[in-house]
Structure formats: structure tokens, C-alpha cells
């Protein structure tokens, strides 16, 4: 199953796993725990077990389907990465990548060790993007170095829910850089001069910006709807894409 996606910077899911286990500050408030509960609620089929790690081989054939050019955020409710997820199913849901060239495919881990382990002797298919979480220096920030290992054509970081100053990033070979804060009830809040030294670096560092969102806290601080606190950082959208992203 394929899912058209209100996510800014990609434009449809696929999901031949779902589910996942908590292992860093980001995960906390897990926006895709919340979703798969409700959509276990809902009966939708693959929730059955609400948000425990599960394989979907049904699913792996949806992206051939497709013929229009698309770009698919791969596992928007799981980390291909999960270290229950065996090796033989990763290189099947690469398999289809391969065979379907027309597609582009966003990876995002949060297991940036596994994730360079695992293409140590492999290829990187060429419409893959492959990226990591950096919520904060603690969790993220070391997995930037794992990441520059992988020799994926664009490699990006997904700095969200930014829940602290990341200090002074290495951006080599880094491609694209999207910065957001926490949405939902829980919300932790993410101060202007984080999201900013993240924009002013990737300047710096000729990084692609792309600005996501405030989340459920406004630039001014004060706590609202996410889509009363907008996208606008200085004053303007930031929605850069990597340079031969398509």
C-alpha cells in the first residue's frame, strides 16, 4: 500500500514494514506510534498489532505498479534499519528500488550503524536517497560520520524534531538538510537560533536548506495548532532540494 503524503518534502509513502522500537531523544513522542494505533482502531489492515515491528511482503510489489515518475519517502512508519528487520528482507525492498528506476526513494534511519554496515559490500542503487535523524549532539550528531561512509548519490539528514542546539555540523558530503520541530499534544519546543545555526551552516557548507515546519510551538515561543505556527524561518519558506535530485 502507497499513501499520497501531506510530508512537505516527498510526495508518497510506502510501507512494506511497519511498526518500530524506541532508541533515542526523538522518539519519544514517535509520531508514527500515535498513527498506528489509530489506524489499528480503524481496522486498517497491517495494524493489527498497532505499532509492533512488522514485515509486509504484500506490500513490496506496490511501487512497480506505478509508472509515473514518483518520489516515495520509504518506511514513513518504520526504520528499514530496525535491527529485527533481517538482511534478506532490506535487500528485497532494495531489489524493487533497482527495478523500478522511473521511482525515487527517501531512506531515513535512525540506525545509521546498520545502515553502513549493511552497504559496506554493496551498491547503492542511484534513485536512492539515503538519510539520517539528528534530533540532538547526544543521538544525532554521531550518526552524520556512519552516514558519510554510505556512497549514495544524496545523502540527508532529517534534523526533527530538532529538540536542541547541534553545536558545529561536518557537512561534507552531506546534500540536503531539513530542520523541523515537534508537533502533537506533547510537543517539545525548538528555539529560533537552533533552527537558524542549522540554516546558516548549511549556507556555509553550500547544503540544500529545506525548512519543514515550527511544529506546536511558534517561533515567538508560544504554543498553538501547527498550522497557525507555519513554515516561515526569517520570514520566508525555505524549500531547497538537493542539487540533481531528479
Not at 532508541?23 to 489492515?45: D, N, V
Not at 498497532?50 to 505498479?65: C, H, M, N, Q, V
Amino acid at each position: 500500500m502507497t499513501t499520497t503524503s501531506k510530508i512537505e518534502w516527498t510526495e508518497q509513502t510506502w510501507n512494506p514494514i511497519v511498526g518500530c522500537t524506541k532508541i533515542s531523544a526523538g522518539c519519544k513522542h514517535c509520531y508514527a506510534e500515535t498513527m498506528a494505533k489509530r489506524l489499528q482502531a480503524m481496522g486498517t489492515p497491517g495494524y493489527e498489532n498497532g505499532f509492533a515491528l512488522r514485515l509486509l511482503p504484500e506490500r513490496l510489489a506496490d511501487p512497480a505498479k506505478r509508472q509515473k515518475p514518483t518520489v516515495y519517502f520509504v518506511n514513513s512508519m518504520s526504520d528499514l534499519f530496525h535491527e529485527k528487520v533481517p538482511e534478506s528482507y532490506i535487500q528485497q525492498v532494495f531489489d524493487v528500488i533497482a527495478a523500478t528506476p522511473q521511482h525515487s526513494y527517501q531512506i531515513l534511519t535512525k540506525r545509521a550503524a546498520r545502515l553502513a554496515r549493511y552497504f559496506r559490500d554493496r551498491v547503492v542503487p542511484p534513485n536512492v536517497w539515503l538519510g539520517v535523524s539528528v534530533e540532538n549532539r547526544k543521538h544525532g550528531v554521531p550518526r552524520i560520520d556512519y552516514l558519510r561512509t554510505v556512497p549514495a548519490r544524496i545523502r540527508f539528514l532529517s534534523v526533527e524534531p530538532l529538540l536542541d542546539d547541534v553545536g558545529d555540523l561536518d557537512l561534507r558530503d552531506i546534500h540536503w538538510v531539513i530542520v523541523g520541530g515537534e508537533s502533537g499534544p506533547k510537543a517539545r519546543p525548538m528555539k529560533p537560533e537552533w533552527a537558524e545555526s542549522v540554516r546558516r551552516q548549511c549556507a556555509k557548507q553550500e547544503v540544500a536548506f529545506f525548512f519543514k515546519q515550527w511544529g506546536g510551538w511558534g517561533a515567538d515561543g508560544k504554543r498553538r495548532a501547527k498550522s497557525k505556527n507555519g513554515r516561515l524561518l526569517n520570514g520566508r519558506t525555505w524549500d531547497e532540494m538537493p542539487a540533481h535530485a531528479f
